[in-house]
């Protein structure tokens, strides 16, 4: 089955450590995303990849880093600069095109510092 | 800057009412507009979407929604919701051309009692 997998489905970090969420997707897209889920907030952007080596800040990309090194996988880094990390991170993916770039999201990582 | 506002925080409704959820975007260009669900312990997936042409669009599941340009609204609409429509639904907006990202309202709970 094409898909999006992320991985682990719960995490648990403490303080001052660093914690690296997986993304991989079978469906031959060259867009990445990473979005993070608060409660009355919807989805924000934390950072994007249009293709392999390549990728851009989104709207709260500060206390994470990403590498885009194969078109399959965009892992997420969040560090320990992040000020609060909890959340629900989604991964989600799209074809390229100029119009109507429907995204394809994973099953989600929930993130709790301790 | 552009946003996306879902005015309705938590909607309760009974089996067979009717539902309306409001959608208002603030973008100066074309946009391609969305409409994401999700139920309970599942992904997040797509409703519909709007790219051009008739603005009444249908989605699955007996979704639709109406894209009225003048009023910036791409508002959600089902004639008869069952208890399965609980579940949270997030508006997300793009330009039309954009590689960048899907801006998301903050979303909206249904709960439909049975």
């Known amino acids: 089955d094409g898909g999006i997998t992320q991985s682990p489905k719960y995490l648990f970090r403490k303080e001052g450590q660093n914690v690296t969420l997986s993304c991989e997707q079978n469906?031959?897209?060259?867009?990445m995303y990473w979005y993070r889920q608060d409660p009355g907030q919807g989805l924000r952007l934390i950072y994007y990849?249009?293709?392999?080596?390549?990728?851009q800040k989104g709207d709260i990309a500060e206390g994470y880093s990403v590498s885009r090194e194969k078109k399959e996988s965009f892992p997420l880094t969040v560090t320990s600069a992040q000020k609060n990390p909890t959340a629900f991170y989604l991964c989600?993916?799209?074809?390229?095109?100029?119009?109507?770039?429907?995204?394809?999201f994973g099953p989600g990582t929930r993130l709790t510092v301790l | 800057a552009q946003s996306v506002s879902q005015h309705n925080h938590h909607v309760i409704l009974s089996e067979a009412a009717s539902l309306e959820l409001g959608c208002n975007y603030s973008y100066g260009g074309t946009v391609n507009l969305f409409w994401y669900v999700q139920y309970p312990g599942q992904h997040l997936q797509l409703l519909l979407k709007?790219?051009?042409?008739?603005?009444l669009v249908k989605g699955i599941k007996g979704f639709e929604a109406e894209f009225i340009k003048s009023k910036f609204s791409f508002n959600l609409r089902k004639p008869s919701v069952q208890w399965s429509d609980t579940a949270e639904y997030f508006c997300a907006v793009t330009l039309s051309g954009s590689a960048r990202q899907l801006t998301f309202g903050s979303g909206t709970q249904l709960t439909v009692l049975p």
């Open positions: 990849s249009q293709i392999v080596n390549d990728f």
């Open positions: 709007y790219f051009s042409g008739d603005p």
């Open positions: 469906l031959n897209h060259d867009a």
């Open positions: 989600a993916s799209s074809t390229p095109g100029t119009s109507g770039r429907e995204q394809f």
